[in-house]
């Protein structure tokens, strides 16, 4: 059965398949989650079937307790119910799951995973929120790439039927909610193939019905409630059978090799790495990179996190296993250790496997970048003398000194992967420029294509960088784009405040949207640029997208005028096709506003295509000298001036991930935060 390849992102491939397994939806959306139930609404509002042949009827409900609740009464008809939901959300379905598990219903909810509002709010990704559901009955599936929510999303609806049980279907949060990629896609009928209809017609023999009443959620005094609940051990000892016989299915018709756990690595492996999620996709270009250097590792990629097999986990392990090291997602404060460290141990603490050590870490916290350097770093740990236990990559612990440190960040990603990086404003169309361009790439090409977003959480007005890879080799390169062929900076005001072009890789080309000649340029761009540039080769060149776009009538809508002059400057497509679906992108976009703004867009392609100038690098740059340093004044009270300059300030110049764990230690008041610090926070980010 052949699968069509669209360009796609993880909510978009989740969305699809639940669609066709779906009854009902209860949905009320909240990020990173949202558009998976926005794709649902809109689906059903235009009358798209499902695999049943029926449109699935969508309820909005006022809050994510409300939707949960709604999906409960849902299936208690007979219906099958699907939501989608994240964090904060997530938990206030907490009281529904436990009730849905613990009358068997076969519910399904996708959950983008991310970050629980502790000390602070984040928008961005981490495991938090499912670990907080691991108790409700609920079996967890994790997925670790767009492709993956598509193929395990499927797993999730066959095996809750087939189990007549619940699952949770996770995915990291932005990571691959939002990471757009070139994937294979299921068709309807192919799904509905899968179905046993035996089996979903005893679920629908189950409703309670006017017509069949039963009585659910009965109160039980302690002389029965317990040996109730352990009744219910059989059911879910059949669980991880059910999700094997989906995925059998999903391998036979896709050509994947799904399991519970799945090895990839050196068969002979003494270190090996067990996680969960997208680092696993870095983790696997990190097992090719070491091992090629003849080092013995691997990874195990947990997809059925609950319930937990220890029996299918210690098939996944090699024999030769000496030392693991778990990596999570999470943090829970004044544990032994995370969730998926424990039940490793508790596995292996029958000595099956004698003399392993196991040792547990967190990494990518709120949607932290984990790069490849990271990894490495954890498989160093297992070698060290003394390995760290509990210990932390990608930041710096100046104070309980648990991180490890990072000696080397390799480039892991294949050599035949183009890199491209663009520095953009929230607004101002940089990110739906570059959906259009990847789009264009995967969808027009025999390339591979990812593309992810890196958003400020201030959105409207905050920086964008998006990070775009494409190649003929498969892309697993889970983490920001370093070092690029191409980077482009579409707001002239980051170009003095941000190290940009030292992203470019040596010979590759710097897009920068200003109106500065080569003498304005040398004068505002900082001396450590100027360096990089002159000695590395880079070629530098200039569009005047801000003056283009107002010439226009397109305000400051630059994304137009500056996409055409990456697929000029990149050679990606020959430039006639490209501009043609370029063109038909913005018809198909706009159309509806009709053929004035159609007509201004495309006007703004051909300006992208022709004005763009050189800029011939003078040696002067090769030594530059050093910038001078601007000293700003702070008026303000001291604990205020303190957190603006060591906090503030590195953050406003994206050095945020330079700071160490003691910079945030608490204040004599308890406030890590000083109020009036938001009078101080002048990003000067106008392009005049």
């Not at 999570?328 to 032994?336: D, I, V, W, Y």
Request: glycine share 8%; with cysteine.
């Amino acid at each position: 059965m052949a699968r069509k390849l669209k360009t796609m992102d993880g909510n978009t491939a989740a969305a699809h398949v639940a669609y066709a397994f779906t009854d009902v939806a209860a949905i009320y959306p909240i990020t990173p989650s949202s558009t998976m139930a926005e794709y649902i609404d809109k689906w059903a509002s235009e009358g798209r079937k499902n695999i049943f042949g029926q449109t699935v009827r969508v309820v909005e409900m006022q809050s994510e307790g409300g939707a949960a609740g709604a999906v409960h009464g849902s299936l208690i008809t007979g219906a099958l119910t699907s939501t989608f939901t994240a964090s904060q959300g997530l938990l206030l379905m907490i009281p529904n799951m436990y009730k849905i598990a613990g009358e068997q219903l076969p519910a399904v909810i996708h959950v983008s995973a991310r970050t629980l509002a502790t000390h602070a709010l984040s928008i961005f990704g981490d495991h938090s929120d499912v670990m907080g559901c691991r108790a409700t009955g609920f079996s967890l599936l994790a997925s670790n790439s767009p492709q993956e929510a598509m193929d395990l999303g499927a797993v999730a609806h066959l095996a809750a039927i087939d189990a007549s049980m619940p699952f949770l279907h996770f995915f990291d949060g932005f990571r691959t909610s939002h990471e757009m990629q070139k994937i294979e896609t299921w068709d309807y009928d192919t799904l509905s193939g899968f179905i046993e209809m035996e089996t979903l017609g005893r679920f629908h023999a189950r409703a309670n019905t006017p017509s069949h009443p039963v009585l659910r959620g009965s109160a039980q005094n302690g002389d029965i409630f317990f040996q109730a609940r352990e009744a219910i051990n059989t059911k879910y000892a059949d669980i991880p059978g059910a999700v094997e016989r989906a995925m059998a299915k999903v391998n036979a018709a896709a050509g994947t090799d799904y399991k519970p756990f799945n090895y990839y690595g050196a068969p002979d492996a003494e270190r090996v790495l067990v996680a969960m999620g997208s680092v696993c996709e870095t983790a696997e270009e990190v097992v090719d990179y070491l091992n090629a250097r003849g080092e013995k590792v691997g990874l195990v990629k947990v997809r059925l996190y609950r319930p937990w097999s220890a029996e299918r986990f210690l098939a996944a392990l090699p024999e030769t296993v000496k030392q693991i090291a778990v990596l999570e997602r999470t943090k829970e404060p004044g544990g032994a250790g995370e969730p998926l460290y424990l039940d490793v141990v508790t596995t292996l603490s029958t000595g099956v496997i004698p003399g392993v050590r196991i040792f547990g870490g967190r990494y990518g916290l709120a949607s932290k970048d984990t790069t490849p350097g990271q990894v490495i770093a954890a498989f160093k740990n297992l070698s060290a003398k003394e390995p760290k236990n509990s210990f932390t990559v990608g930041i710096t612990d100046d104070v309980t000194g648990l991180s490890l440190p990072i000696d080397e960040e390799p480039l892991t990603t294949p050599a035949d992967i183009i890199s491209c990086k663009f520095w953009g404003l929230g607004s101002d169309g940089t990110v739906g420029a570059n959906k259009n361009s990847i789009k264009i790439i995967g969808d027009h090409t025999d390339k591979t294509a990812q593309a992810y977003f890196q958003y400020d959480s201030r959105k409207s007005g905050g920086v964008t960088i998006s990070h775009l890879r494409f190649g003929d080799s498969p892309i697993k390169s889970a983490y920001y784009v370093s070092k690029a062929d191409f980077v482009a900076c579409h707001n002239p005001s980051y170009l003095e405040k941000y190290a940009i072009a030292q992203d470019v890789k040596p010979g590759g080309v710097f897009l920068a949207n200003c109106a500065w000649d080569a003498v304005e340029l040398g004068e505002r761009l900082p001396a450590a640029a100027k360096r990089y540039i002159a000695q590395n080769g880079v070629r530098v060149y200039t569009c005047d997208a801000v003056r283009i776009a107002k010439e226009l009538g397109l305000g400051n809508k630059t994304n137009a005028i500056l996409q055409a002059a990456f697929f000029k400057l990149s050679g990606i497509l020959p430039i006639d096709a490209a501009t043609e679906y370029m063109k038909q992108a913005i018809r198909d976009t706009y159309g509806r506003k009709g053929d004035a703004v159609v007509n201004m867009n495309l006007a703004a392609v051909d300006a992208g295509l022709t004005q763009i100038t050189k800029i011939d690098v003078p040696d002067s740059w090769k030594d530059p000298g050093n910038d001078v340093v601007k000293v700003t004044v702070i008026s303000a009270q001291e604990d205020t001036a303190e957190y603006v300059r060591d906090i503030m300030a590195p953050m406003n110049a994206m050095r945020g991930d330079d700071l160490p764990v003691s910079a945030f230690l608490p204040t004599e008041s308890g406030s890590l935060i000083p109020a009036g610090t938001a009078a101080f926070e002048k990003r000067a980010i106008n392009s005049e």
